[in-house]
């Protein structure tokens, strides 16, 4: 805890920037900054002078900057904390450019890290990638020192909690040296006479709010969620003999939604940005998406798990993966993100069939990834913003070519 947590509800980010040099500190120093102080020790020493022991005292050879960077975020006072991000990520490239231009010689069985980017590129440019490579013994700069196996891991510590606060504030879907994907082919399928309708016409009843502000609204015929998720499973097969097997999920279905548009349809004469201003407020500035989550991996002891998921968003159509429901979002292999005109709705249908699964935007393919080894029978609608999803519907399916 920062020390203006122990003493005022007056708490802003840097209480974050606090709690991540204490986390680089016991990475580099094997202990917690405080570990030598009882409780009522701990709170009288953060209150008062409320700095650790340097860091240096730990580990003699980390670079000065490191042992400055870890030092100023655990400033006493908010104030003498980097007064923002910008000017956090700023410091950390400082950091970042004197390791690389140190010469340190190569330990042995440690192969050499890819080049490092010209002078002048950010923190997130070197990443993945981690610390640059250090250079080979006798090579032009600083001579050797002693340690250096030592020294280079704790610069990989450094370097795994900075790409840690990297990849929370600045995170962008990755696109680059993704590999090849398998593209499943489809198998033909015959739809039965079952349609099962996913919303009852007049509340939530049979979906699972896992977090946000979620209702059926009559009305429009549409499910609204704010700010959350909301999950559904998969309806039960009815049972054709009496006395056969305990009924289970269908395996083979095509489920079809729409995804009503994010913004209202510009008047004439009006552009769609213009559109998205009329809104007011706060949330006409907050960014809107609509997903849909599917193929999630069943996990004993968690409902959370990795997942496939569609993204609409106000600019683009994607799909990409989350390891979990707040997880970034990455691109899939092999994937490409589509325009799309926030005004519009979109008519999505995802097909689960034995060679994969098949997305299918406005009756036209537009992706296809194969089946995960265990998922759990289920589907999940995210909302960033204000969004409202209508018509969902499952049909259940007989391939021709089951498994």
């Known amino acids: 805890m ?29 202990r917690p900054p405080f570990a030598e102080l009882k409780l009522s020790q701990l709170i009288a020493a953060k209150l008062g002078e409320g700095r650790p022991r340097p860091i240096s005292e730990y580990r003699e050879h980390l670079e000065p900057a490191t042992c400055a960077l870890v030092s100023r975020l655990m400033a006493r006072q908010p104030e003498e904390r980097p007064g923002s991000y910008p000017e956090l990520l700023s410091e950390i490239d400082a950091v970042l450019h004197s390791l690389r231009t140190t010469t340190l010689p190569v330990p042995a069985g440690i192969p050499p890290l890819s080049p490092s980017p010209p002078p002048g590129g950010s923190a997130t440019d070197q990443f993945p990638g981690g610390v640059t490579a250090p250079q080979p013994a006798g090579a032009a700069g600083a001579p050797p020192r002693p340690h250096a196996r030592r020294w280079i891991m704790s610069g990989i510590a450094v370097g795994s909690a900075v790409l840690l606060l990297i990849a929370a504030i600045a995170w962008r879907p990755q696109r680059r040296n993704r590999p090849e994907a398998v593209v499943p082919q489809r198998v033909a399928a015959a739809s039965t006479r079952t349609v099962l309708s996913l919303l009852n016409g007049v509340d939530t009843r049979g979906w699972l709010i896992g977090h946000g502000n979620w209702v059926y609204r009559p009305e429009e015929a549409a499910l609204v969620g704010t700010d959350g998720i ?18 289970q999920p269908y395996r083979w279905y095509r489920l079809e939604l729409i995804l009503l548009p994010l913004a209202a349809s510009p008047a004439e004469g009006e552009r769609p ?10 949330r006409a500035a907050h960014h809107r998406s609509q997903e849909l989550h599917f193929g999630m991996e069943s ?12 993204r609409r968003s106000e600019s683009e159509l994607s799909l990409g993966t989350r390891e979990s429901h707040q997880a970034p979002f990455v691109l899939h292999a092999g994937a490409d993100a589509r325009p799309t005109d926030p005004a519009q709705a ?4 995802l097909e689960r069939l034995p060679s994969g699964w098949f997305v299918d935007v406005n009756g036209t393919a537009f992706a296809a990834v194969p089946l995960r080894p265990q998922e759990r029978p289920a589907f999940s609608l995210r909302a960033e913003g204000d969004v409202r999803f209508a018509e969902m519907a499952l049909h259940p399916l007989r391939p021709r070519d089951p498994e």
């Open 2 to 30: 920062a020390p203006e947590q122990l003493e005022s509800s007056d708490v802003d980010f840097r209480a974050d920037m606090y709690a991540l040099g204490a986390t680089v500190f016991h990475a580099l120093a094997g």
């Open 230 to 247: 909301i999950t559904r499973p998969i309806p039960l097969e009815v049972a054709e003999l009496e006395g056969a097997a305990p009924a």
């Open 273 to 282: 940005e213009d559109s998205l201003d009329r809104q007011g407020g706060e």
């Open 299 to 310: 996990i004993d002891g968690t409902e959370d798990a990795p997942r496939y998921v569609l």
């Open 346 to 349: 979109m008519a999505v249908t």
